[in-house]
């Protein structure tokens, strides 16, 4: 009878091994740099999106580690004609967790 107490405990053991496995597995494959280079490759779109001033380049982008705890790398762009700074927030996962910056809110109107 006993054995039946245990066992929600067991499963939920089990559970958030295979959990921490599997985000172990996600994480081992990444690197700071493949990161960052993704992040760039964002910037270019958004910049591209908002249609702002400038030409954008992947080496407008730098990055640095967060003082936070949920966020692992900060990347900053800005195009040098431009004066607007996009800034990347990535947690540990390589996922956004907060960006700033211009944000197109519709695509643009079709011309007819």
């Not at 006993?2 to 499963?11: D, G």
């Not at 762009?77 to 700074?85: D, I, L, N, R, S």
Request: hydrophobic share 45%.
């Amino acid at each position: 009878m006993r054995l039946l107490w245990w066992l929600p405990i067991s499963v939920l053991a089990l559970g958030l091994a295979g959990i921490g496995f599997r985000y172990g597995i996600l994480r081992q494959g990444m690197s700071e740099g493949a990161v960052i280079a993704a992040y760039a490759e964002r910037y270019l779109a958004d910049h591209r999106a908002a249609e702002l001033p400038g030409q954008a380049r992947l080496s407008d982008c730098s990055a640095r580690p967060s003082d936070g705890l949920w966020v692992w790398v900060v990347v900053r762009c800005q195009a040098p004609g431009a004066g607007v700074e996009f800034v990347y927030e990535v947690n540990w996962l390589g996922g956004l967790n907060r960006h700033s910056g211009p944000q197109p809110l519709a695509p643009a109107r079709p011309k007819a």
